[in-house]
Every structure is written in structure tokens, then in C-alpha cells.
């Protein structure tokens, strides 16, 4: 049965595409939940949609077959986009940043519910992007998907001490000379391109959660910021790949199943979790240092012992 | 450089600094030269931490001009000869790390992204001056507030900066380790560091101390030998963590004047 899912080729794609976005989603979301901005995925999510429906518009516009041809590329230019000027409406001041980020969000949705009417399309055409369509990856999709993973892959690890740095302490690693402004410039632009990876595994509504989940997974085991990226990829790509298996057999969404599957892996892992760490002994932190101050009870008993000695 | 010129290691200019309706640096100007040891004294509200960020890049000031290392504080700065110690930072995201994470983290500066060859042992070395050599894998958050200063310290210590830049670094530390973070600092400074510190009061570090700096609304009010305690310190009541300083009362009435008190 296994061979029959392995050599199936739209399968072959799917488990490809469900793989790397297992490993590459973590890997980001660990920097976003490190900076507490979780829900910043969910935000160009929306801004992406927008860019589905353009790349579409653009598509009937100049005549291309299938109609979104453009859909996944228009994704990307939205979310890059989108993503940016979160970042420096981030960078201006919170207050106004927070209600500025709901109006882009807002706009995103309606934005593409909107353009996709103008294209001749309905919301029904943006579902597949909503809620995540593996079934039907393209070869050019695959391709895409393939370059953009390695593009996260490469910036997210291969700068992690860097990244690291400025969301750990963003005044430490402006003190540093660290050109600061541009990694998180960065750090947006690749939440940008693995939102719109994912798009297809597990649609924009839920890329969020694959981001994050196996982080909130992965914390609970570990407490080192490199472990934590690491187990939190591992959890990725096991709930993908063994998300999108049960669709293969059961008539249910790939990425509803995936994200289902992930969150009962976090509900399991924080009831056992505790469990693990009982058996640990606990101890002083600091079992050679003096007292800072001079109890009554010591100074009595201080004065017992010489008492005891002259005698 | 044009540090070689002035040996100044730290300038700052007129400098001036607002937020919203406070205007909370005035014209200040300091210099520290290459070898000394600096202590920024004033009271809650004086300008220190505002002035020390100022110096490092954090805050841009809305007048004047600060030079680290003989460059305009910026991208022209050589960052691996600085070394900065925040206050203690309610820094550190939303994923706990480890203190070894957070100290290598000093390594980078400038223009090096990625860490240099030979980062753990030099982390070791560094979380080793501290006297947190054991803790590298520990989680920072797990740590005493103590530990977590000293994590600071050696973050700041990890690329061997020429200038060290510290806010605080003991406020809130027990005897003890301010004893033992004076001796790391009298090395340090014995072998060439150039060192500016805010202090809330000398304390441990008052024998290293070669000039004080005193802020007080946002102005320079004292630039000269560190000033006495106030001589009501040994008022009923008064703790304090610093041994008396000696009859020489040179500085006597003028630091009453500028009320150069340390409070506790």
C-alpha cells in the first residue's frame, strides 16, 4: 500500500511539497515566536490573498491558460510586500502599528474577494488558496515551492546567529553595530515567501499554524533556542507528511488534517512533558554562596559555638 | 584614526536628546580617553542610561554629535573593540535560551553575521571570567537575576573590546559577586581596557574609578575626582555597600552643594 501512495505521481509531488514546508515553516516560526509576533504569518496570510486574486487578474488579463497561472507568483509579490511594510509600520511605534496591522489584514481579504469578482472569478475560486489544494501541485509549483525552501532554508539557518541576535535583544544588537533594520527587514521577507510555500500544503488560513505549533510543540521538550528550531522542523515534517498520508486513504482536507494533527502532537507532548522532568532532582542554584544577611538565628548560634569551645 | 590624535575613546558633543515633552539630555559633552575608567553618577532621572544609549547608537540624539573609537557613532564604528552591558534587560523573546546562546551573541558586530571560528572556546572563556563557566547550557531564564547580569557581562567581554561600555552592571548583585566582578575588572583594566560606567553609587568599584562623571537634570554638574558621600550616609537606617572614603574633603561642600548624594 505504501509503494501504491509512493509511486503515485501527483503523490510523489504532494509528499515533496508537504516535506519541505514541514521542515521550512518551523525554522521561521521560531524566529517569530521569539520575537512575539505569532500571529504576523496569519497577517501576510491575508495580504497574500490579495496577491492570489491579482495574479489572476493579471492572468485573464493577458490571456495566459490555466487562469491562475499567476496566482502563486502574485502571492509572493503581495506577501514580500505586505510583509515589508508590516515591518516599518513595526519600526514606527506600536500604538499605531497595531491598528494599522488589523487594516492591512482586513484589506488583504477584501482586497482579493474583490479583484477575483473582477476578474470574472468568484470567492469560491480562492478557496483552493484559503484552505490549501496539495492534490493539485503543478510541476512549475513544485519548482517554485523547491527554490523558495531552499532560499528560507539557507537565510533562516544560515544566518540564525545573526537573526538570533536581533530578536533576542534588538537594543543589544543595535549597540552591536549589527545593521539591524535589514535583518528584520529579512526576517519578514522569508515569513513572506514560507507563507506563500505553504499556501499550497495547508492554505493561507492555517499556514500560521504550521509555523507555529510545532515551535509551541518543541519548547515544552527543550529550553536552547538552536534545539527548539531544530525539534520544531522534526514535528513539521512528521505532521505533514503523516497528515497528508491520512488523505491519501481517507477522503478528508490535507491541510485541516495536518494542523489537527500537529496541535494533538502539542496536547500530548504537554501532558507528558511534565512527567519527564519530574524525575530530575532539583538543586540550589547557588550552593556556595554566603548569605547576604545575618540572621538572628545564625548569630545565636555563632555565639553557641564559641560558648562551646572556651569551655 | 583620529583616536590615535585625541586618545579619546568616547566623545560626546552638545549632546541633546527628547522624548515626547521631556527633554531629558541638555547639551552634554563628555570625553573619556583611552585607559581610564569612568563612573556616570547622578540620581533617578539624571540622563545616565539616556546618555550611555545615546553612545551606542540605541537612542539618536536631536542635537549633537557622539564618536566612539574616533568615528561618528554608526556604521563607521569599530564594534569589535565595544563591548556594551545593558541594564538588566527584560530582553529575550518569547523561546528560552541558553546563557552560552546569549554570550555567543557578542561575537557578532558590524558586519560579521556569522560567528568566527573558535566561538566555544572563546564563550567558555568569557562565561569563565564571570565565574558562570558550568552554566553554558543552562537556561538563561532559570538563572538568578545575578546570573543573568553576569550573562551580560560576559556577552559584552566575549569579543575582548578595547572599551567597555556598562550600565548598572551591579545594581541588585550581592557582595559577593560585586567583589568578584570588581577583580575581572581590575584585570581587565590592568591590561589596557577603557572602561565607562554608570553607577547608582561606587561601591566595590570605587578603587578603579580614575574620574566621575556626575548628570543632574540632564547636565553635566561635576566632571572630576569621584565626590564624597553625602555625610548623612551614616544615618540610622543608611545600608549601604561601600567602604567610608578617607578624610580627604577637597570635594566636600561643593559635591553638598550639587547634592552629589549616593542614595542607596
Known amino acids: ?311 | 584614526m583620529s583616536d590615535h590624535l585625541t586618545d579619546a575613546v568616547v566623545e560626546a558633543r552638545g549632546l541633546h536628546f527628547r522624548a515626547g515633552a521631556s527633554h531629558i539630555l541638555r547639551g552634554v559633552d563628555l570625553t573619556v580617553r583611552r585607559g581610564e575608567v569612568v563612573a556616570l553618577l547622578g540620581a533617578n532621572g539624571s540622563g545616565k542610561s539616556t546618555l550611555v544609549k545615546s553612545l551606542v547608537g540605541i537612542n539618536t540624539p536631536t542635537q549633537g554629535e557622539a564618536r566612539l573609537l574616533g568615528a561618528a557613532v554608526g556604521s563607521g564604528v569599530d564594534w569589535s573593540r565595544v563591548g556594551y552591558v545593558p541594564q538588566r534587560s527584560g530582553a529575550g523573546g518569547g523561546i528560552p535560551s541558553t546563557a552560552g546562546e546569549v554570550v555567543a551573541s557578542g561575537l557578532l558586530h558590524g558586519r560579521r553575521l556569522r560567528l568566527p571560528r573558535g566561538w566555544r572556546e572563546r564563550v567558555a572563556a568569557a562565561l569563565d571570567q564571570v565565574g558562570l563557566g558550568d552554566r553554558g547550557g543552562d537556561p538563561v531564564h532559570l538563572l538568578s537575576g545575578g546570573q543573568q547580569q553576569r550573562i551580560l557581562i560576559a556577552r559584552a567581554l566575549v569579543r575582548e573590546p578595547d572599551l567597555l561600555i556598562l550600565d548598572e552592571p551591579v545594581a541588585g548583585v550581592d557582595v559577593a559577586s560585586q567583589e568578584a566582578f570588581a577583580a575581572t575588572m581590575r584585570r581587565l583594566v590592568d591590561d589596557g581596557l577603557t572602561v565607562l560606567v554608570v553607577l547608582h553609587e561606587l561601591g566595590e568599584l570605587e578603587a578603579l574609578v580614575t574620574r566621575a562623571v556626575v548628570l543632574g537634570h540632564g547636565k553635566v554638574v561635576h566632571d572630576g575626582a569621584p565626590p564624597r558621600p553625602r555625610d548623612d550616609h551614616d544615618r540610622a537606617g543608611h545600608r549601604h555597600q561601600h567602604p567610608h572614603a578617607d578624610d580627604d574633603n577637597t570635594l566636600g561642600e561643593q559635591a553638598r552643594a550639587l547634592d552629589l548624594e549616593v542614595r542607596p
Open chain 1, 1 to 311: 500500500m505504501i509503494t501504491l501512495m509512493l509511486t503515485d505521481p501527483f503523490m510523489q509531488r504532494a509528499l515533496l511539497a508537504a516535506l519541505l514546508v514541514g521542515v521550512t515553516a518551523p525554522v521561521v516560526g521560531t524566529y517569530l515566536v521569539q520575537r512575539k509576533l505569532s500571529l504576523l504569518g496569519d497577517g501576510i496570510g491575508h495580504v497574500a490573498l490579495t496577491g492570489v486574486a491579482l495574479g489572476w487578474l493579471v492572468g485573464v488579463g493577458a490571456g495566459l491558460t490555466p487562469n491562475d497561472a499567476l496566482a502563486v507568483p502574485g502571492a509572493v509579490v503581495a506577501a514580500v510586500v505586505g510583509s515589508v511594510l508590516i515591518e516599518v509600520v513595526r519600526r514606527r511605534g506600536r500604538t499605531s502599528g497595531d491598528l494599522a496591522l488589523a487594516i492591512m489584514f482586513y484589506g488583504g481579504i477584501a482586497g482579493g474577494v474583490l479583484l477575483i469578482g473582477i476578474a470574472g472569478g468568484s470567492a469560491g475560486n480562492l478557496m483552493q488558496y484559503l484552505f490549501g489544494s496539495i492534490s493539485t501541485v503543478s510541476d512549475a509549483d513544485l519548482w517554485l515551492t523547491v527554490v523558495l525552501s531552499a532560499v528560507v532554508l539557507a537565510v533562516g539557518v544560515g544566518l540564525r546567529h545573526a537573526l538570533f541576535s536581533v530578536s533576542h535583544d534588538e537594543e543589544f544588537a543595535v549597540a552591536s553595530g549589527l545593521p539591524v533594520w535589514a535583518l528584520n527587514v529579512v526576517v519578514a521577507v522569508v515569513s513572506a515567501l514560507t507563507v506563500t510555500v505553504a499556501m499550497r500544503v495547508v492554505g493561507l488560513l492555517l499556514v500560521s499554524a504550521l509555523m507555529i505549533v510545532p515551535v509551541a510543540v518543541a519548547q515544552q521538550v527543550t529550553h536552547a533556542f538552536g534545539r527548539t528550531m531544530l525539534t520544531a522542523s522534526v514535528v513539521g515534517v512528521v505532521v505533514c507528511v503523516s497528515g497528508l498520508t491520512i488523505t491519501y486513504w481517507n477522503n478528508v482536507s490535507p491541510g485541516a488534517t495536518i494542523v489537527v494533527l500537529a496541535i494533538a502532537v502539542y496536547a500530548v507532548v504537554s501532558l507528558v512533558a511534565p512527567l519527564l522532568t519530574r524525575g530530575r532532582p532539583a538543586h540550589d542554584p547557588h550552593p556556595d554562596l554566603p548569605d547576604d544577611v545575618d540572621l538572628p538565628a545564625a548569630a545565636s548560634e555563632r555565639a553557641a559555638a564559641a560558648a562551646k569551645e572556651c569551655r
